[in-house]
């Protein structure tokens, strides 16, 4: 496994990580006993950086990745996080960065995830209401207690990024990005790099609509997250479709899949961007890690960005509530 470092914080992970939330949530039905074999096959193929969150579950993800990874701890970074809270009936609340709830949530995953300090430790979306210094003097405070190793933030703007990088050194900011999401090339990824701040893209398959396997949008079972997705609704379905044609016939030319090829164009964008594509099943991680052997040259990122410039998707990410959430 090639690996990589996340901006200047010294945190090396391996070049491509596991996102591990579909293994308990938003993505359908999960089998636990699959999911435990991916996670340990991801350990066997050399990946060392693993995603979870709180909410995912929500809470019982991070028992399973705690769980699995024990025995190899001194070996994985384990990456959380915090802020998006929900309620008794399972409905989010706002996001909550205030300094007590901090230290509450990282106290409680610590003791969900069965270790006694988390690598990686993101507010996963910015609370508007609190100051960003406040939420990251509290994290601060987990990094000197030993807590807590390295500090992130997910889905800010340039100007969050900048103050709370200003209270303690920010070692990534995780936001998604693929190549139906590119926004964070307009300002993000500039404001991290002159910082020193490692990129973690989550999505970076666009939620496996660029692997070529989704067919039609009626495929998803209920409880999957895309069937309120604005992007996989039909009309914005059928359209964003043109650029899966594209991937395949670049796909074909070189022997691989087109996830491979979407994910290999994420890793070319920089050696400080480190995706963490998320599967619940061992078949498409191989694939994935595969793709850190995809070579693209000038030429195919030149027929990429032709297939897939900037600003092509048809419809939102997220449902209006959740963009609402995200820090803009």
């Given at each position: ?41 991801a ?31 001194d ?13 008794p009936?399972?409905?989010p ?42 939420t990251?003097?509290?994290?601060a ?74 067919e ?7 409880s ?47 050696s ?17 890690v ?22 092509f ?16």
């Open positions: 496994m090639k690996m990589r470092r996340l901006g200047k914080s010294g945190l090396t992970v391996s070049a491509v990580g596991l996102g591990c939330m579909g293994m308990s949530w938003a993505y359908g039905s999960v089998d636990e006993t699959e999911a435990i074999a991916t996670l340990e096959r350990v066997e193929l050399g990946v060392n950086f693993f995603d979870t969150a709180d909410v995912y579950g929500p809470f019982t993800n991070e028992i399973l990745v705690g769980k699995t990874l024990k025995r190899v701890r070996r994985v970074i384990i990456a959380t996080k915090f802020g998006n809270r929900r309620g009936d399972g409905k609340i706002d996001p909550d960065g205030r300094p007590e709830y901090v230290r509450e949530a990282c106290d409680a995953s610590l003791k969900r995830l069965g270790v006694d300090h988390i690598d990686l430790y993101y507010q996963h979306r910015v609370d508007k209401k609190t100051p960003i210094e406040e990251v003097g509290a994290m405070e987990l990094v000197r207690q030993g807590k807590v190793r390295y500090l992130g933030l997910s889905e800010a703007s340039a100007r969050t990024i900048r103050r709370a990088h200003a209270v303690h050194p920010i070692a990534a900011l995780q936001s998604e990005y693929s190549l139906w999401t590119r926004e964070p090339e307009d300002e993000i990824i500039p404001t991290i790099r002159e910082l020193g701040i490692g990129f973690v893209p989550y999505s970076p398959l666009g939620r496996g609509f660029l692997t070529g396997r989704i039609n949008p009626d495929q998803f079972e209920q999957d997250f895309r069937r309120i997705s604005p992007r996989f609704q039909r009309e914005n379905f059928n359209r964003n479709l043109a650029i899966v044609d594209g991937l395949r016939q670049i796909a074909a030319s070189k022997g691989v899949t087109p996830g491979q090829i979407a994910l290999a164009w994420v890793l070319a964008q920089g400080d961007i480190v995706p963490i594509p998320g599967t619940k099943r061992r078949k498409y991680l191989e694939e994935n595969a793709a850190v052997d995809v070579t693209l040259d000038a030429d195919d990122l030149r027929r990429i960005d032709q297939i897939a410039p900037p600003g998707a048809a419809g939102e990410r997220y449902p209006e509530a959740a963009m609402r959430s995200i820090d803009r």
